[in-house]
């Protein structure tokens, strides 16, 4: 199954998805689901005893209606969670009280809908995204360097890809040599240092971060397409350069300017300055 992963949001709630080009339809992080619908402080166990208690007429239980699939979990790293598409979904909802679960079949329904629009119009993706950063209140400027960053992050993961390497262990530890080489930040430290949990890192850089950590990609992978590395250790050697001319500029940037470019500001922050 050829995979794609996601983040949807419903009212400024995340849900995790991911595409399958074979099926064409999109599976949804159940923990992310009864999140959203329940509100409860720990998803996980609400899930956990949902699949022991209900059983449905026709016999079928919740557990074998779910895939087990690799997300992104909240550290960073690729881990299986249960997953359900569509339909299995509007089973798992009906099993759930909540004044959420008809306007989310609606969502649903809708993100369902959009997928397939966008597979004959790819510029719906990109229209889609900006929508979703302006409901949240972010600004036009800074929501075109972000999908910028988006592209130019898919340029050397599919770099990275061409080479053979794995996504999750080694496309992370590629990512925080980059981080640390311009910013001095692995991906984990530059969180902390913004006061972020589970929040997407690039999500919470001010247009400054934003522009040098693109430099940052846009060099590595610029470097590995003429280097042609054939090892892991090569590997990181390129994502060094490629960070340390982010790091040049950034330097270059900080004494033209008196200001530094590593900052602890995050979105929310800046959207409460900015409103």
């Known amino acids: 199954m050829t995979k ?14 991911i595409w399958s080009e074979d099926e064409e339809e999109w599976y949804f992080s159940v ?11 720990n998803p996980r166990d609400y899930w956990f005893k949902m699949k022991q208690r209900v059983k449905f007429d026709d016999g079928i239980e919740l557990s074998t209606i779910c895939r087990q ?18 339909q299995s979904l509007f089973r798992i909802i009906q099993s ?4 959420k679960a008809e306007p989310f079949k609606q969502w649903l329904a809708q993100i369902a809908k959009e997928r397939i629009d966008q597979l004959q119009d790819p510029e719906l993706s990109i229209e889609q995204a900006m929508t979703d950063y302006r409901r949240l209140g972010y600004s036009e400027s800074w929501i075109n360097q972000r999908l910028k960053s988006i592209e130019i992050r898919k340029d050397l993961t599919d770099e990275w890809k061409r080479h053979g390497l794995q996504e999750g262990v080694q496309f992370a530890s590629l990512t925080d040599i980059i981080y640390k080489s311009w910013s001095g930040k692995t991906a984990k430290e530059y969180k902390q240092f913004k006061g972020l949990k589970k929040e997407n890192l690039r999500d ?8 040098i950590n693109m430099l940052a ?17 090569e590997h990181q050697d390129i994502a060094r350069r490629g960070g340390n001319i982010a790091k040049e500029a950034r330097l270059k940037l900080e004494v033209e300017t008196g200001k530094k470019v590593v900052s602890p ?11």
Do not use: Y
């Open 69 to 86: 699939l690799k997300l992104i979990a909240p550290d960073g790293k690729m881990r299986t969670t249960d997953c359900a598409n569509v």
């Open 217 to 233: 990609e846009l060099s590595t992978k610029e470097i590995s397409e003429v280097s042609n590395p054939s090892t892991m250790t």
């Open 31 to 41: 923990i992310d689901v009864v999140s959203v619908l329940t509100e409860s402080e």
């Open 265 to 275: 500001l995050n979105a929310k922050n800046v959207l409460s300055i900015e409103k």
């Open 4 to 17: 794609e992963t996601a983040i949807k949001l419903f009212e400024t709630k995340q849900v995790r998805t």
């Open 204 to 211: 919470n850089m001010t247009n400054k971060e934003l522009v």
């Open 96 to 99: 759930i009280p909540s004044p």
